[in-house]
């Protein structure tokens, strides 16, 4: 059974950093790009950003280039999400997504399996 469970959303004040973290098993980890994706209230879950297996490719959203990092550690199946100079924007729901689709990490409709997610709150 494939789980995902994300980890280290909260609330913080605009300009804060928070680091999410997302636990993976009973999948090949390395067979999988993993992204992270959101969902603000009223809106459609959105990509985030994305890792190829070897975390030497990664992706990001524009909205969050330059201030997000994805990394993901292969060993133990975790992937993180840094997030520095939060801003109001960016409050959501923060879920994980494993993609057997290497070719295109960001697009929702190539995520096999979905975390159940971690509410992100930046207060302005």
């Known amino acids: 059974q494939v789980q995902l469970v994300e980890s280290g959303g909260g609330l913080v004040q605009a300009g804060g950093s928070l680091r999410l973290s997302c636990a993976a098993s009973?999948?090949?980890?390395?067979?999988?790009?993993m992204g992270w994706f959101r969902q603000a209230p009223g809106n459609e879950r959105e990509f985030v950003a994305a890792?190829?297996?070897?975390?030497?490719?990664?992706y990001y959203a524009d909205s969050v280039k330059g201030r997000f990092t994805i990394s993901r550690d292969n060993a133990k199946n975790m992937v993180y999400l840094q997030m520095n100079s939060l801003k109001a924007e960016d409050t959501a729901v923060y879920y994980c997504?494993?993609?057997?689709?290497?070719?295109?990490?960001?697009?929702?409709?190539?995520?096999?399996?979905w975390g159940q997610g971690t509410q992100v709150t930046v207060s302005s």
């Open positions: 009973g999948l090949t980890f390395g067979a999988y790009a």
């Open positions: 997504g494993a993609s057997a689709n290497m070719n295109d990490p960001t697009a929702l409709t190539n995520v096999r399996h």
């Open positions: 890792s190829r297996w070897s975390g030497l490719s990664t």
